[in-house]
């Protein structure tokens, strides 16, 4: 009886002395069942006894509520008419929501076979290498009982923690090796998702549209390879993600363009920028940290104007008031990119009025789809890119007035027919 009062007191001792020192506290969900092909990918909860202060901050999101774009902004319902985003479009949540997420889509239709898999699990990159290109047309059933895990440490490490990589085959397709050995890997990493792409008509691969690696992700250069090099399923220009069932528009679907723009021209914070000027991914959105006398990087991933850490360490060096900047480029964003997408379905329905009249060659209604789709592109470009303007204003503006240039020349082919 003693002997046992006495470990209960030794183990309350020693979990007040862990409580003291800061030692981490985390709901570690189950280490998944191992059932997929070829690499056994390690999950983030096997990690933690190595790296407990990195795993719990990766499980400690507080990016858990999520709001509909689509309820917020009814006029996508008319831009996305006929594809997937129409039905379903939220705002972004923590990378440890990426399968639930995908579990609970809307956008059933669109969800068929296993290229959705390729930003959403860390299962990916394993199975995608012992599968080759074939895994991507692989139906989405067949393939789902493999995915044990959302994305996690396996995308950014592979099964070797501490040093960031590209994981993901299309990466290195679309980058020569020097270039991404220029590339910061607190950057490189984080091009795997957060781009633009697109998948093979045919074999559904994963394809990001650049023919001639960095110099090639300028927004009217991405617009040019879907126009003139890109081809549908029949080896027919233009590529189209989908088209408009009412005005035949064939689209281009953006996804979200923030390495490309935060490695555009314009930008002044990429690991490519002069000494002192550079930044990667991680500097920004992975701040230091340090619990029981350990250093790491904090894989709850924020934004910098919740970081006021990261903010006094860096950003302050050349920004006096980094909140009130951005907030400043955002409060002419918003009211911006939002009239410009309002315009934009106006111009659509007056677009499928001529459609319907049944009044106009098939020559002339091309025309005005072909501009039309050009407009959307760009504004897709900038409500796509995750930042709000915060990346890199410039670049995002002038893409804004390249799609206004498009929905002018809308605007003027309508008016001469008469809508």
Request: hydrophobic share 40%; charged share 20%.
């Amino acid at each position: 009886m003693k002997k046992r009062l006495l470990y209960i007191v030794a183990l309350i001792a020693l979990g007040a002395l862990l409580v003291a020192c800061g030692a981490p506290r985390v709901d570690l969900p189950p280490v998944p069942d191992h059932g997929g092909i070829g690499v056994r990918v390690i999950s983030a909860t096997e990690w933690y006894d190595y790296h407990p202060e990195v795993v719990t901050s990766f499980f400690n999101s507080d990016r858990t509520e999520f709001y509909s774009y689509l309820e917020l902004n009814p006029y996508k319902r008319v831009l996305f008419e006929g594809f997937g985003f129409a039905l379903d479009y939220n705002s972004p949540r923590n990378h440890t929501f990426a399968m639930e997420g995908l579990d609970m889509t809307g956008r059933y239709g669109f969800r068929a076979r296993s290229n959705c898999f390729t930003c959403k699990s860390a299962n990916y990159p394993a199975i995608r290498e012992y599968m080759g290109v074939e895994f991507y047309a692989v139906p989405f059933e067949e393939m789902r009982a493999m995915m044990t895990q959302p994305v996690s440490c396996f995308n950014c490490h592979g099964n070797e923690p501490g040093v960031a990589r590209a994981m993901a085959p299309y990466l290195h397709a679309a980058l020569p090796t020097f270039e991404i050995a220029m590339i910061s890997p607190g950057s490189i990493a984080c091009a795997q998702c957060h781009v633009e792409y697109h998948f093979d008509p045919n074999t559904f691969e994963v394809i990001l549209p650049w023919q001639g690696g960095l110099a090639t992700m300028y927004p009217t250069d991405v617009l040019y390879y879907f126009n003139n090099i890109a081809r549908d399923a029949t080896g027919t220009l233009a590529f189209a993600d989908y088209v408009n069932p009412r005005s035949g528009v064939r689209q281009i679907k953006v996804q979200h363009p923030e390495f490309e723009t935060i490695y555009g021209r314009g930008a002044v914070h990429n690991s490519l920028a002069p000494l002192g000027m550079a930044f990667s991914c991680a500097d920004c959105h992975m701040p230091h940290a340090e619990a029981r006398g350990v250093e790491y990087r904090s894989h709850n991933w924020v934004s910098p104007l919740n970081s006021p850490e990261l903010i006094a360490g860096s950003c302050a060096a050349c920004h006096t008031d980094l909140y009130s900047e951005v907030r400043a480029i955002q409060a002419r964003y918003y009211p911006a990119i939002h009239g410009f997408g309002q315009h934009l379905a106006e111009l659509m329905e007056r677009l499928v009025l001529a459609v319907e009249s049944g009044r106009h060659s098939e020559a002339t209604l091309d025309e005005i789809r072909y501009t039309f789709r050009n407009a959307q592109f760009f504004w897709d470009w900038v409500v796509s890119e995750n930042s709000n303007g915060a990346h890199n204003s410039r670049l995002l503006f002038r893409t804004m007035e390249y799609g206004w240039d498009y929905a002018r020349e809308v605007e003027r082919l309508l008016q001469q027919i008469g809508h």
